[in-house]
């Protein structure tokens, strides 16, 4: 089985551009975890492409793109010659949405949700109503021009489709016009910041990991800087979560991520991440076991297995 791994930050997404540095790091982590435990599975061999300028993945077969390449043209090459294809991309401006697009009218599989949930993870005001919709605790999020008068700071303002921490801030009062295009605000909930990683497929939801995300509020604005993976026992509350975000997002496919707070009341969802996330990088170690050994569509019969219960977790650190 051939899987080509597209990871677009590392990939050649910024070939002509300076690399974004803040996401490089996790790019990397994230693309040569997943193409190790790939490549550990019998008769699986990964292809992928790295920007000429950052080193090649240790393991899979990696194709340099340099100033001139067209990187798209060769992803969709790729991705007609491979039997999966597996996406990573931020969501903002549709990155994300768009490769998905992409590559399903090439390839025979491609490992990600449906293309309505992309586009619904892709707007942190979207999630959150629809997370609300069918009950499950996520923070409120506003236009800046629409909140609540009873609302009372501090806000945390971000960018609708934003990835990660970037241009995330923290405001003590309401914000002020004129307002950024594509800008949300959020109440600033106290608690721990904190992470589910998801297994997603049939309609069925099983958390792996809960974990603990190392984000330090810091002049103004949040600075992530890794993840404790299996930081937390997936209690009954956590494993409910799960299931109901699940339940409210049935288009949730592969290994995904939901943000949250662990507040003194119970797990408040902060988004909803449709891809791999930084916490994959530990999941395997945490977990004692190669968790794509339950991905279906790397399984050759595609037959979804049911998840042994797994003993708990190890905390393992991922530091950028």
């Known amino acids: 089985m051939l899987v080509f791994v597209c990871e677009t930050v590392t990939g050649g997404d910024h070939l002509g551009s300076e690399l974004p540095a ?44 340099r100033l001139g390449d067209d990187a798209p043209s060769v992803w969709n090459l790729m991705a007609e010659q491979a039997d999966v294809v597996w996406p990573i991309a931020p969501e903002t401006d549709g990155r994300l949405e768009l490769l998905a697009e992409a590559f399903r009218a090439r390839a025979r599989r491609v490992l990600l949700p449906d293309q309505p949930t992309l586009a619904l993870c892709a707007s942190k005001w979207r999630t959150a109503a629809a997370l609300s919709a069918a009950g499950v605790p996520a923070i409120p999020t506003w236009w800046p021009d629409a909140i609540p008068e009873s609302a009372a700071g501090p806000f945390v303002v971000k960018p609708d489709d934003g990835a990660g921490a970037s241009g995330v ?42 974990n603990r995300q190392h984000v330090e509020p810091r002049d103004g604005a949040f600075h992530f800087s890794g993840v404790t993976v299996g930081a937390f026992p997936v209690d009954a509350m956590l494993a409910d979560l799960g299931a109901r975000i699940g339940a409210a997002l049935p288009g949730l496919h592969g290994i995904v991520g939901a943000d949250y707070i662990a507040t003194p009341a119970g797990p408040v969802v902060v988004e909803v991440n449709p891809r791999l996330t930084t916490a994959y990088a530990g999941l395997r170690r945490a ?21 042994p219960r797994l003993p708990p977790a190890i905390p393992v650190e991922v530091l950028l």
């Open 22 to 65: 803040s996401l490089i790091a996790e790019g990397m982590l994230m693309r040569d975890t997943l193409i190790g435990d790939l490549e550990d599975l019998p008769g699986v061999r990964v292809v992928t492409t790295h920007d000429a300028r950052l080193p090649a993945p240790a393991r899979g077969t990696s194709t340099a793109l």
């Open 169 to 210: 801030r923290i405001l003590d009062g309401r914000p002020t016009p004129p307002f950024p295009p594509g800008l949300v605000a959020q109440p600033l909930v106290e608690g721990t910041p904190a992470s589910l990683t998801l297994l997603c497929q049939s309609g069925r939801t099983y958390v792996l990991a809960a």
């Open 287 to 307: 977990l004692g076991v190669n968790p794509l050994a339950f991905v279906a569509e790397l399984i050759r019969d595609g037959e979804v297995p049911e998840i």
